[in-house]
């Protein structure tokens, strides 16, 4: 909705406040509104549906359901993966199965969900065959998507999760470790204000139990940024 739609709505409610309150006409307020339409005039919901009908690459050709993303407006975190699997298939919603629920746990140790101050997205938007890795076409095709995604949302910090989503947003070439990326904030080229953090796929942890610890400093790491960027 526009703020020149909103405060048209404002002003209606308060015209109907006035009827009901027997007529009486109380002072008006000076509303200041913001769009929910923002950078390239698109909305969340507008971005999700185009998603849903896209078949601009052949992951389009094989997916159940498109999964767009799930989660709040203006989040404190973005969390990105690659890309969704069976289960996200299935469902149409972005980390469902066993992954998406350590992902679920690891973000409420640090006071974080998708209900309230989280929005999960993916890379890319369709499920990659066999699960395998999507190829940087897929994810360039699929990158205004998520760009667009972004400029929606809004959010305060981006957490990448993995080393394939990690490597595809920050454009390597050449692959790079999580372990060499870990623990320091990168710039997404289209958010450039906006922290990114990468840390270890909650996949890799439910095979690798020692990745456990230094995942957690990565979620301590993120929760301190937060605290400063939402109290300044
Ligand atoms: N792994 C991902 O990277 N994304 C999902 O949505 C699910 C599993």
């Known amino acids: 909705m ?3 739609q909103k405060t048209a709505l404002a002003g209606f409610l308060d015209t109907a406040g006035d009827y009901l309150g027997d007529g009486y006409r109380r002072p008006r307020e000076n509303y200041a509104f913001t769009d ?3 950078g390239t005039g698109d909305t969340l919901e507008e971005v999700a549906a185009e998603i849903c009908a896209c078949r601009s690459c052949p992951l389009g050709a094989g997916r159940t359901n498109a999964v767009p993303g799930e989660g709040v407006k203006n989040p404190l975190v973005l969390v990105i993966g690659e890309g969704p699997g069976q289960d996200e298939d299935q469902t149409g919603r972005p980390f469902v199965g066993r992954a998406g629920q350590l992902l679920d746990k690891m973000l409420s140790a640090i006071g974080l969900n998708r ?3 989280c929005f999960i ?3 890319v938007k369709c499920r990659p065959p066999e699960n395998r890795d999507p190829a940087p076409a897929e994810a360039e095709a699929c990158r205004p998507f998520l760009n667009r995604q972004i400029a929606c949302l809004r959010p305060r910090m981006i957490l990448c999760v993995g080393k394939v989503a990690s ?3 920050l454009g390597n070439t050449e692959w790079v470790t999580i372990g060499s990326l870990r623990g320091r904030f990168f710039e997404y080229p289209a ?3 906006v922290p990114l953090l990468a840390t270890y796929h909650p996949s890799a942890l439910l095979r690798n139990e020692d990745l456990k610890r230094p995942a957690w400093e990565d979620l301590k790491l993120l929760r301190s940024k937060l605290e400063e960027l939402t109290s300044t």
Do not use: C, F, I, K
């Open 36 to 38: 929910d339409t923002v």
């Open 2 to 4: 526009t703020s020149e």
């Open 121 to 123: 997205a993916n890379v």
């Open 167 to 169: 490597n595809l947003l």
């Open 115 to 117: 209900q309230e101050n």
């Open 191 to 193: 958010a450039p204000a």
